[in-house]
């Protein structure tokens, strides 16, 4: 965008150079520990401007490539510096329906901040912390504005699943003036967000503010309807009447391990223990809530990925919770989690048990006591090219626990291949697709965790994209 | 009242009016709930799983019927724990916040079988819709139902229009055969009667005892199994089984499995995963509605 830059304070770049990268305030990790509250504070207006001033403007901003859904951050960034928070979402809002919550739990630092030019020099600008600044100050000071809606198509489109792939794709079909009803399992919308992701990490008022937005827009949501057993794809395209369909229903399927004594109580996926936590509100059991959640005194987190820290940080705020553990196969570096969360996680009293692969669950009267552990070692690079962990001879030992969460990955949900005939899938069960989400089924398109596997937000948010863009081309084109 | 206070919630889109509610002996109460949605798709065997106000549980329970017309379904509920105490509470007009389903694998019906049902408790609610889907196709149908005594017997009369013979049995006596529902069908195949298909649906210690009761005659044999449930959907895992030394899914790859497979202690321990807490759910809840009075007005 401009060369020339124009902000209210008028700085040389080196200036803006010299500016240190700005921390949000947070909640103090012991105090937090004990709470579901969020812990960053967010920024405030004047610590927002100074970040924004860190940005340089550059010619050629490597920053927009980085991001999935290429949002054009130096132009808002330049708003955010100018103090003009309104045209700062504007500009957002242009690519990015949920920046609220990419701002909180995008992987920047691997995204469009890794990329950032000044990061040569110094620490890249604070890009992630910039976008939820704005977003929050948006949702706060109720200035939403509902973009222009394309006069009525008359194209009627459904959209399997409320997660941010549907969502978006839902948003975007809306505001070309189709008519997008989006079909949930769960009787919530938003995905992973509400079930997966805890409060702590993104409170569940910011994603409800988002679906309120999406049905302003006009786009309907049917909670409590499961694609493939309350009606099937075949069923809503040929029976009632919709045009075309995208399938957004995640990762859903979870995976054990198939070591002895898994089905012990007290061994729980990270999907039974995050769902019973945020979307049945189980920290507030028994006085506000009536799913109960483990009760155990010592937990175990297998896993080393945002999963197994959401789990560990879940686990660790229960008042009755003394010691838990992250038992991570291979060592710190090779942690899929992202680095912000583990250091979280070290601040909030978790001990992590690396190089550490468990080998059966123990038990009491089928009960689990405890979790025999294996060390390991790192050996050469293998197909996902991190070293690979081989086991230390001998090296067992012993870890009581009365809780054990597995967080090994998920796989994807069959529900959906199994009941629409003709619907091509991988050997692992994802839905294939090609870039624009279409898939092997006419009028079907795909995108999120269920195409790429599990994957992030934003990946989803950009596949729905795509899609809700080849969809539209495709409505228009049938009679 | 904190723990009923999410109770006037129930306004939302997707609300679930209770068309009728009868109080049936046992603990057990019929319900007829608005639910177009499902009885579409509605088969012999599914579930579905429901949730009665913003911060419930939610808890799976069987179609034991549906009317096409209308747009509603039929539930049995027993009384056991504070969301179906709570449930019990509720009366016609009142709203359910969810239902959805429906979930599982209907049952597998085929034509040219003898087919023998046994149920007990809200299992005999469990088992009318099977019952009557292979009535219909013309198999043979005899139901064995049966109760602690007389007065705790219920859908007699429901049991014996889809059924070509219905047996009854009490534990003590009062009505029918004296014992259980396996005496019965001890006595069936002693006496060789022809047998194709058994099923059945009910507490575990009953299935796990008709299981045993078939194997040694080789007669194929299904059961419904109960797990704890969360989404239905296939994606916590809460409610695996073992099934011929295989972890499934109840609510995806069951509830029917074949009773000469499944291990039966697993599934009892598994139940009790979360009984301390429950029992902690239903002392606070009682405490808050001491009388009667008080919970009527609490609840609603
Ligand atoms: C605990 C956890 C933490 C994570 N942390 C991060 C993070 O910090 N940053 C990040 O970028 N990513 C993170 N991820 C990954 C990210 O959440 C996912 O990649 C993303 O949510 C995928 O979006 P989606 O729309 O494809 O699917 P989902 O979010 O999984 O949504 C799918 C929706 O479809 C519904 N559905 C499924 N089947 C059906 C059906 N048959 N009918 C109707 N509805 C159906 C589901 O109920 C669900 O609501 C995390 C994931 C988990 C599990
Ligand atoms: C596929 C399926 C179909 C079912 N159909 C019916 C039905 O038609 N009618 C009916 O009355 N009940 C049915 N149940 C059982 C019913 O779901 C439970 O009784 C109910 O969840 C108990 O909830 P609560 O809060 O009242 O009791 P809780 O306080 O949660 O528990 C009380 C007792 O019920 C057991 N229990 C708790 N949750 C479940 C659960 N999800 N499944 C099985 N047992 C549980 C506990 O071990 C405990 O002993 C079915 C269960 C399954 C899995
Ligand atoms: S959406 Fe995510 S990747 Fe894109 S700019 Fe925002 S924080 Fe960065
Ligand atoms: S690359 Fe960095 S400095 Fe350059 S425009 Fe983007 S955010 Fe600003
Ligand atoms: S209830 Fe969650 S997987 Fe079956």
Not at chain 1, 140 to 166: C, D, Q, Y
Request: contains cysteine; hydrophobic residues 40%; glycine residues 10%.
């Amino acid at each position: 965008m401009t060369d020339k830059i124009d902000t209210q304070r008028k700085l040389t770049n080196k200036e803006r150079m010299k500016i240190s990268r700005h921390a949000m305030p947070e909640q103090d990790p012991l105090e937090r520990a004990k709470n579901f509250f969020e812990v960053p504070l967010g920024y405030t207006p004047e610590l927002a401007i100074e970040e924004a001033e860190r940005c340089i403007q550059c010619k050629n901003p490597k920053c927009i490539e980085g991001c999935p859904v290429n949002v054009k951050i130096p132009q808002f960034i330049f708003h955010v510096a100018m103090g003009n928070f309104e045209l700062a979402a504007q500009t957002l809002k242009e690519t990015n329906a949920l920046p609220a919550v990419c701002g909180r739990v995008c992987p920047q630092e691997e995204q469009c901040e890794i990329v950032c030019n000044i990061s040569a020099k110094v620490e890249p600008v604070a890009i992630g912390r910039l976008e939820r600044f704005v977003a929050d100050w948006e949702r706060a000071s109720r200035k939403i504005s509902i973009p222009s809606l394309a006069p009525p198509t008359g194209r009627k489109i459904a959209v399997i699943g409320a997660g941010p792939a549907g969502l978006t794709c839902a948003g975007d079909l809306a505001k070309l003036g189709h008519t997008v009803t989006i079909f949930e399992a769960l009787h919530k919308p938003g995905g992973v967000l509400v079930y997966g992701i805890p409060e702590f990490r993104l409170p569940k008022q910011i994603v409800e503010a988002e679906v309120h937005y999406l049905e302003k827009m006009g786009v309907q949501i049917q909670c409590d309807f499961v694609v493939g057993m309350t009606r099937t794809i075949d069923e809503l395209m040929n029976e009632d009447g919709f045009d075309a369909v995208f399938i957004g229903t995640g990762a859903g399927l979870p995976y054990f391990m198939g070591i002895p004594g898994e089905n012990l109580n007290g061994v729980y996926s990270a999907n039974e223990f995050l769902t019973r936590m945020n979307l049945m509100k189980g920290f507030e059991f028994p006085n506000h809530a009536d799913t109960p959640v483990p009760m155990a005194k010592h937990f175990a987190v297998i896993g080393g990925g945002n999963t197994a820290m959401d789990a560990a940080r879940t686990a660790r705020r229960l008042p009755w919770a003394e010691k838990v553990y992250i038992v991570y196969r291979r060592s710190h570096i090779e942690m899929p989690a992202r680095k912000e969360e583990i250091h979280h996680g070290e601040e909030e009293g978790i001990e992590f048990l690396l190089l550490t692969n468990p080998t059966r669950f123990l038990g009491d009267n089928g009960w689990l006591v405890a979790m025999e552990c294996q060390k390991m070692e790192l050996g050469e690079p293998d197909a996902s090219g991190r070293r690979k962990p081989i086991p230390i001879a001998g090296s067992e030992f012993v870890l009581s626990v009365e809780a054990a969460i597995v967080a090994t990955g998920n796989g994807s949900n069959p529900l959906i291949n199994k009941t629409t005939p003709g619907l091509a899938a991988n050997k692992y069960g994802n839905i294939i697709a090609d870039e624009t989400g279409k898939t092997s089924r006419e009028g079907v398109w795909a995108g999120g965790d269920i195409v790429i596997g599990a994957a992030t937000v934003i990946k989803a948010m950009g596949a729905g994209k795509k899609a809700a863009a080849a969809m539209h081309e495709y409505v228009m084109a049938k009679k | 009242m904190n723990n009923v206070k999410g109770f006037p919630h129930n306004q939302g889109v997707h609300v679930f009016p209770i068309i009728e509610k009868n109080d049936l002996a046992a603990k057990v109460y019929r319900y007829i709930i608005k639910a177009p949605n499902i009885v579409k798709k509605a088969k012999a065997g599914q579930f579905v799983i429901l949730r009665l106000y913003e911060d419930g549980e939610r808890i799976p329970i069987t179609l034991a019927d549906w009317d096409e017309a209308r747009g509603t379904i039929t539930l049995y509920v027993q009384a056991v724990g504070k969301t179906t105490i709570m449930m019990s509470m509720m009366k016609a007009g009142d709203s359910l916040m969810d239902v959805v389903g429906p979930f599982g694998v209907p049952s597998h019906v085929e034509k040219g079988k003898t087919f023998v049902a046994l149920g007990g408790g809200f299992g005999i609610a469990a088992i009318h819709p099977i019952v009557r889907a292979h009535r219909v196709i013309g198999n043979r149908t005899i139901s064995i139902i049966g109760a602690r005594s007389k007065e705790l017997l219920i859908m007699e009369n429901e049991m014996r229009a889809v059924s070509d013979d219905v047996r009854i049995a009490t534990d003590d006596g009062s009505y029918g055969t004296k014992g259980f529902v396996t005496t019965i069908l001890k006595s069936m195949l002693e006496k060789n009667e022809p047998i194709d298909v058994v099923l059945a649906i009910g507490p575990v210690v009953m299935m796990k005892a008709v299981s045993d009761l078939t194997k040694p005659y080789g007669v194929q044999t299904l059961v419904s199994l109960n797990p704890i449930m969360m989404d239905g959907t296939g994606m916590c895992g809460a409610c695996r089984v073992v099934v011929g030394n295989k972890m499934q899914f109840a609510c995806v790859d069951g509830p029917e499995f074949n009773g000469h497979d499944v291990d039966f202690e697993l599934l009892t321990a598994r139940q009790k995963m979360y009984s301390p807490q429950e029992k902690i759910s239903l002392e606070i809840f009682e405490k808050i509605c001491q009388t009667q009075e008080q919970r009527e007005t609490a609840a609603w």
